[in-house]
């Protein structure tokens, strides 16, 4: 590994620190370098604080000059919460910046880049590119599409059951398993179930095995079948999504309780999830982790709305039970829906499948 590869893996590990503090914001980490020492580092850690590089600048202090920033994003060139990256860039007299990403969003697009090389500074652009596309999946398809990274999550039997034929989920996975999956609930600006989930399990849906935040929870319910005194209604920021066409009477109970609802047109208590992710999108939700239940994730697959899943495969047979997935309409086998770039990993008696989910091109 040579030394630029070095420093630009240093400032992708500093942007990790700011998971599940900075969203709808990035993840960005920065290393300064002078005469192949570093003297200056930083990460993203609140938003609306400090940006990588002004942290980064701050620790190097008069070092900057004549030094070589690594970043993992490309510096803003705008004025948002904080002022412009490219100007502190500027004022620290860094003389080469290598960047592992460009930032697609509307306000940066190759602007920052562009005010850097017209000041006269070296500005090498992709080392780190799939690393930080990785860490940034989130905030990268919101400002591209508008919409949240949905990740579903499935905690499963062998044979492919969440839940006993008497509806007994508790627990299917292991303690490690679960501690993991409250960490990614941190990590993620919502948690989306079904009204299945809900009436089954009465989740709470928040963050109590590990420190950080509770995400958002949704409930998608397209009949209304839920009841507003359920835990997760007790949730800061809690949101009902339903048909438009449900009593209003019936609506206004969870209103009433401080519940944002979210109505839209449904055919036979169906929604539209390509909808609600826009809306979700729309209210600066940058990332979705669907919990379940079976139809809700059958539903978010035959829509094409999930990027990528996270599969909990404990060692136990249930037998007739709930299947982790609901019906796909597949005939073929050709028409199945492709697990992509898989990783397995053990935790403790569990298995953790890891993958992107690859859909079949249509016929058109």
Request: charged share 25%; with cysteine; net charge positive.
């Amino acid at each position: 590994m040579d030394a630029d590869q070095a420093h630009m893996r240093r400032a992708l590990h500093l942007a990790l620190k700011g998971r599940g503090k900075v969203s709808p914001n990035p993840l960005v980490g920065a290393v300064v370098v002078r005469r192949g020492r570093v003297v200056g580092e930083g990460a993203h850690l609140q938003l609306g604080g400090p940006h990588a590089e002004v942290r980064a600048f701050a620790n190097a202090g008069p070092q900057s000059r004549g030094a070589t920033l690594y970043v993992t994003l490309e510096p803003c060139a705008h004025q948002g919460r904080t002022p412009p990256c490219t100007e502190a860039v500027l004022d620290a007299g860094i003389r080469r910046v290598v960047c592992a990403l460009e930032d697609p969003d509307s306000r940066v697009q190759g602007k920052g880049i562009a005010r850097l090389r017209a000041a006269g500074i070296q500005v090498e652009v992709g080392l780190g590119r799939e690393e930080a596309e990785r860490q940034n999946a989130a905030y990268l398809k919101h400002r591209r599409t508008g919409r949240p990274l949905v990740i579903l999550k499935l905690a499963q039997s062998l044979d492919g059951r969440i839940a006993t034929a008497g509806g007994d989920t508790r627990w299917i996975s292991g303690e490690q398993a679960r501690a993991l999956v409250h960490r990614w609930r941190s990590w993620t600006d919502a948690v989306m179930v079904g009204a299945g989930t809900v009436i089954a399990d009465n989740p709470r849906l928040d963050v109590r095995l590990v420190r950080g935040r509770s995400p958002r929870p949704l409930v998608v319910d397209g009949r209304l079948r839920v009841s507003p005194t359920a835990q997760v209604f007790g949730r800061p920021g809690a949101v009902l999504i339903t048909a438009d066409a449900a009593p209003a009477k019936k609506q206004r109970a969870f209103e009433d309780r401080g519940v944002e609802v979210w109505a839209f047109p449904a055919r036979q208590g169906h929604l539209n999830l390509g909808q609600v992710l826009a809306r979700a999108g729309s209210e600066g939700i940058t990332s979705v982790l669907l919990e379940g239940g079976g139809q809700l994730a059958a539903a978010a697959l035959a829509a094409r709305a999930v990027d990528q899943v996270r599969l909990l495969v404990a060692p136990l047979l249930v037998g007739a039970g709930v299947a982790a997935i609901g019906e796909l309409g597949v005939r073929r086998l050709d028409e199945a829906l492709r697990l992509e770039q898989v990783v397995m990993r053990r935790l403790g008696p569990d298995l953790l499948y890891t993958a992107d989910v690859g859909y079949p091109c249509s016929p058109a």
